[in-house]
């Protein structure tokens, strides 16, 4: 289980995160949405431990999140993090000596399935492959947690069409929490239990999907934006 409490981070004067209490339960698919600059990738970067809060509480398991905790929780950042001469060979090489719990073979096992090849060049390889073989080194990892920055950000549907069956079918929710940030929420709302909506670094809305369409009648994307609009979704 990840519980924030008050959680604070502010950029000099901009504040990415304003206070921020949420609890998010094992076993799901959680998706993190917003507007631009709503606090997204701050807030799955706070998570990963890989950017420090100012002030407040971030539990994972019931242990505060720290650095270290890069070894216990698999984040893909938004950004290439990859040295682009590298071939998905040698990334996967990379991670395994970067992480214990890398697992090759489900990694390859994944890549096979999304259909790249293992000794393409990162730098040659499309926006979409790239996303891809990404996705597999993230998925090799046997972490409890996954957390996606954007997994689906620039691809075309089809691309993102397969990147949601390769996370639905390499992604074990008996023991395993997906919580992926997305702007493409209609390619996704199949996929989620709940859904975080941020607006201006507040947490503007938590809901589990089944609830939002039972009780307000909506689909999840209608009832974003006039929860965004009007500033406190119903
Ligand atoms: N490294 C940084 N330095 C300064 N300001 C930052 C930095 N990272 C984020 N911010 C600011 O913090 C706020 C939240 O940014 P964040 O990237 O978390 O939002 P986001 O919801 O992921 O946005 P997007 O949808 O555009 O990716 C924005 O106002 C952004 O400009």
Redesign the pocket.
């Known amino acids: 289980m990840i519980e924030l409490n008050n959680v604070k981070k502010s950029?000099?004067s901009?504040k990415?995160l304003q206070c921020v209490s949420l609890t998010l339960e094992t076993g799901k698919i959680i998706g993190i949405a917003?507007?631009?600059?709503?606090?997204?990738?701050?807030?799955l970067k706070s998570l990963a431990g890989v950017s420090p809060i100012d002030s407040g509480s971030i539990l994972i398991d019931g242990k505060p999140v720290s650095r270290k905790d890069a070894e216990r929780i698999a984040y893909l950042p938004?950004a290439d993090m990859f040295y682009p001469y590298f071939t998905v060979g040698q990334m996967f090489a990379y991670y395994r000596s970067q992480f214990a719990d890398f697992n090759e073979v489900k990694a390859k096992e994944v890549l096979d399935f999304l259909e790249v090849p293992l000794s393409s060049k990162m730098k040659t390889l499309s926006k979409g492959m790239r996303g891809r073989a990404k996705m597999a080194a993230t998925l090799g990892r046997e972490s409890r947690y996954y957390l996606m920055d954007?997994p689906f950000s620039g691809l075309d549907p089809m691309v993102r069409g397969d990147l949601v069956k390769g996370l639905l079918r390499f992604t074990d929710l008996e023991r395993q929490t997906l919580i992926l940030?997305t702007?493409e929420i209609r390619e996704v709302e199949t996929l989620l239990d709940e859904l975080v909506l941020?607006k201006g670094?507040n947490v503007l809305a938590h809901r589990q999907l089944d609830d939002i369409r039972d009780e307000t009648g909506q689909d999840t994307v209608e009832w974003m934006t006039k929860g965004t609009k009007a500033g406190a979704a119903g």
Do not use: F
């Not at 917003?34 to 701050?42: A, C, R």
């Open positions: 950029y000099g901009t990415a917003g507007e631009n600059g709503s606090g997204k990738s701050t807030l938004d954007e940030s702007h941020l670094g």
